[in-house]
């Protein structure tokens, strides 16, 4: 038997263990041009909110009944598929399952030896993509300017403050614990950090760490923080829009000042991106991280949390911020 995770209803405001529901299945027959995957780590990440709902987007929601998916490291135990064998390891969107079957669509083979698995889920997977395609992309960024990061010490923005550095920028970020402040000076080389839970004025904290002002923003967070940043942009500041965690759960359209004026007199630009929207620049993405990680040029964190059973409420805890880095179940 195999145990699967579906989406019973759908969440209102933050989700509880409740809005999912644990079946067992009996272990799939591998047809011709199959193969058969046993989950060894899942990915857990805050965009899987906004499948839950269902609204239109740039994803269809998630149906009721039916598995969770998102980014899964497998591997192969059978195989009828002529491009897999036994004992490789793939990487790809799959059904939160502990054994199914795959005709190979979409699946990556990984090298359990070049890297820890579940690296694959992160700093070399969609989390470092995101974070090195979010900053160069839209970011742009010029060596001697300031780029200023919110969910910093979370799966992407540990990464997009590294990649700062090593292109020569200064860096702060923004994180929601002294300890997080901390980690991201010592472990990832942030020139300064700011904790928005023992902050009374985040536009003033703002200036005072940034006191040159923000050339570039990238954006994980939304609501109330990413308000204060507009009073301290610089003229033709880059504004990237990944995420807005602080809003997800909202069950009511959050209010939020007038950016307009702010983007008007700093000729300042803000975009919003999928990682989807630069499927033609993962192979240069990846080339250039993997070099970056293998030069130990680039570090990262996990959160790892123990057993399949364990994965409704790790992805729960990513929205009080109980991750450092990437969020990863292992099976």
Known sequence: MSKTILLDKRPEGKPTKSDFKFVNETT???????????????????????RMRDVKSYIPPFELQKPIVSGIIAEVMESKNKDFSKGDFVSGTLAWKEQQVSN??????????RAPLSAYLGIL????????????????????????????????GSVVGQ???????RVVGIAGSDEKVTLLKSDFGFDDAINYNTTDNMAKAIAEKCPDGVDVYFDNVGGDISDAVFYNINKKARLVICGAISVYNETELPKSISVQPFLIKNSALMQGFIIFDYVDKYPEAMKQLGQWLGEGKL??????????????QAFIDLFDGKNKGKMVVKV
Do not use: W
């Open 28 to 50: 799939p027959e591998v047809n011709s041009g199959e193969i058969l995957l046993k989950t060894h780590y899942i990915s857990v990440d805050p965009y899987l909110r906004g």
């Open 104 to 113: 190979g669509d979409g699946l990556i083979k990984v090298d359990a030896e």
């Open 125 to 156: 997977g969609m989390t470092g993509l995101t974070a090195y395609l979010g900053l160069t992309e839209i970011g742009k960024p010029k060596k001697g300017e300031t780029l200023l990061v919110s969910g910093a010490a979370g799966a992407v």
């Open 163 to 169: 990649i700062g550095k090593i292109l020569g920028l």
């Open 299 to 312: 570090t990262y964190k996990e959160t790892i949390v123990e057993g399949f059973e364990a994965t409704p």
